[in-house]
Nanobody, 128 residues
Framework: QVQLVESGGGLVQAGGSLRLSCAAS????????MAWFRQAPGKEREIVAG????????YYADSVKGRFTNSRDNVKNTAYLQMNSLKPEDTGVYYC?????????????????????WGQGIQVTVSS
């Protein structure tokens, strides 16, 4: 299993920016697709962004397209989520996740069941 630790969350005003990091250790980080999910109070966990193992393919939820950017550095074993133009509805606990299986660079997963390793989650709060 891959161990994941998120950092970079916090409180920001609407219109501001944050960059989340997800540091991985343990089993192979390379060759695994990664993703970011979030969960707001009283709501189900939802996919925010996904990225293939080399970063050649990405996915973004409609609600964050044009504002969030997903990237990764396989040398540093770290994934990133750059969040710009934040809105109060972006508030929630953000989780990074690593895919259960190794895959090609054309593969991006979006279902929580595709991921076998999860970080502990980090709070992002956007005030209006």
């Amino acid at each position: 299993q891959v161990q994941l630790v998120e950092s970079g969350g916090g409180l920001v005003q609407a219109g501001g920016s944050l960059r989340l990091s997800c540091a991985a250790s343990g089993r192979t980080f390379s060759f695994r697709a990664m993703a970011w999910f979030r969960q707001a109070p009283g709501k189900e966990r939802e996919i925010v962004a996904g990225i293939s193992w080399r970063g050649g393919s990405t996915y973004y939820a409609d609600s964050v397209k044009g504002r969030f950017t997903n990237s990764r550095d396989n040398v540093k074993n770290t994934a990133y989520l750059q969040m710009n133009s934040l809105k109060p509805e972006d508030t929630g606990v953000y989780y990074c996740a690593a895919a259960r299986t190794l895959s090609s660079d054309s593969t991006v997963y979006t279902s929580p069941t595709d991921f076998g390793s999860w970080g502990q989650g980090i709070q992002v709060t956007v005030s209006s």
